[in-house]
Each structure stands twice: as structure tokens, then as C-alpha cells.
């Protein structure tokens, strides 16, 4: 009994068994262990006490996380090239808006531009008359008058202005407005027979229309 009770005593007074982790890379941070260069078998004292390690449940935690980082450098790849591809979409919708902006400007701008002309034009139509009455009175066949009634008609012209005085062509309620009509022979159609009053116009505009006076087919 003695004997016994003495194994008794050695039993409790041996120390509970350490478990030693000696592996290389640490399950946990994956990061490598650096031993002791004198000792090998010396303990790292921040793992003497560690428990057993479920080795299948480590390796999936390690290729879940493994799986994680290759997701998330796919995912940084990826997001630049989404960016760029909407900077790019931006950059082609800015460049076709300034594009219609520009014609747009250039079209408001030769409008405007012909707007301004055609005022001035208008507004000198009666100049122009009196020109054409003088003229026809004889007071503009020779000195300084004839010819500076000369260059003011070349810098009408030289901005698209044209008369409407030819006779002898065909009625066009566009550009003509008929005062008197007179029936005449050997014509088919109605025929501008006489300018009472001259017509002017642009390229692209009536200034004002040439009054006549038209011969019309008899019977």
C-alpha cells in the first residue's frame, strides 16, 4: 500500500506534457518562423503553449484567403480599366457636343452675318434710286459725283446685291410684282413688258421686288 501511494504521489507530481510547434510557416499569419540559429530545437516562446492544430481546417482558412487576395487584385485591375472606359465614353460625348457647338456657332454667326448685310443693303436701296434717277436725268454722266456713285454701286455689288430690270423674260411672282397687265401677241406666256420700278436681291433673299408691267398671251 505504501508502494502504491508512492506511485500515486510521482504520478501527480509529474508536469502536464508541452506541445511544441516546430513548423515553418505559421498557419495563421502564413508568414515564415525564424529559429533559433544556435539552438534549433529552442521554443519560441510565443507559441509554447499552443494547442493542437486542425491541419484540413488550417488549409482551407489558407486557400480561402488565398482565393480573397486573388479576387481583390482582380477586382484592382479591373477598376481601372471601368474608369477609363467611362472617362473615355465621357471624353467621346464632350467632344461630339462641342463639335455641334461649334456648328452650331459658325452656322448662328453666318446667319447673323447675312442678317447685317442684308439690313445695310436695304437700308441704301433708296440711295440706290435716287442714283438711278440722277442717271437717268443726266447728272451722272461725268465728275466727282458719277464716280463716287460708281464705287458705292461696285461695293454694293461686291456684297451680293442684284438688280431685278430685265425685260423681256418670263413673269416670276417671286421676284416681279405685276402692276399693269396688257394683252400681246406672239407671246405663250406672261412676259415682263416693262420695269417701273427696279427689283433687288441677294444670293439667298428677296430685298424687294421688281413692279412691272406684264404682257399676257391674248385669247
Request: hydrophobic share 40%.
Amino acid at each position: 500500500m505504501a508502494r502504491q501511494g508512492n506511485e500515486n504521489e510521482h504520478e501527480n507530481e509529474r508536469p502536464d506534457p508541452v506541445i511544441r510547434d516546430n513548423r515553418k510557416v505559421d498557419p495563421v499569419t502564413g508568414q515564415a518562423r525564424h529559429s533559433d540559429a544556435g539552438d534549433p530545437q529552442a521554443p519560441h516562446p510565443e507559441h509554447e503553449d499552443m494547442r493542437p492544430v486542425d491541419e484540413p481546417h488550417d488549409a482551407d482558412d489558407a486557400l480561402a484567403q488565398a482565393e480573397q487576395i486573388l479576387k481583390e487584385a482582380a477586382a484592382e485591375q479591373e477598376g481601372p480599366s471601368a474608369v477609363e472606359a467611362e472617362l473615355r465614353n465621357d471624353l467621346l460625348r464632350l467632344q461630339a457636343e462641342y463639335v455641334n457647338y461649334r456648328k452650331r456657332v459658325d452656322r448662328d454667326r453666318a446667319v447673323a452675318g447675312e442678317v447685317a448685310v442684308f439690313g445695310v443693303l436695304n437700308s441704301l436701296l433708296p440711295v440706290v434710286d435716287d442714283l438711278d434717277a440722277a442717271r437717268a436725268h443726266g447728272d451722272l454722266t461725268d465728275g466727282p459725283f458719277a464716280a463716287i456713285a460708281a464705287k458705292l454701286e461696285a461695293v454694293l455689288t461686291s456684297q451680293g446685291l442684284q438688280r431685278i430690270d430685265q425685260t423681256g423674260v418670263e413673269f416670276d411672282p417671286n421676284i416681279h410684282e405685276a402692276l399693269i397687265q396688257q394683252p400681246a401677241e406672239g407671246i405663250s406666256v406672261d412676259t415682263v413688258q416693262q420695269v417701273l420700278r427696279v427689283g433687288y436681291k441677294t444670293e439667298s433673299r428677296l430685298l424687294r421686288a421688281a413692279q412691272v408691267i406684264v404682257a399676257v398671251p391674248q385669247g
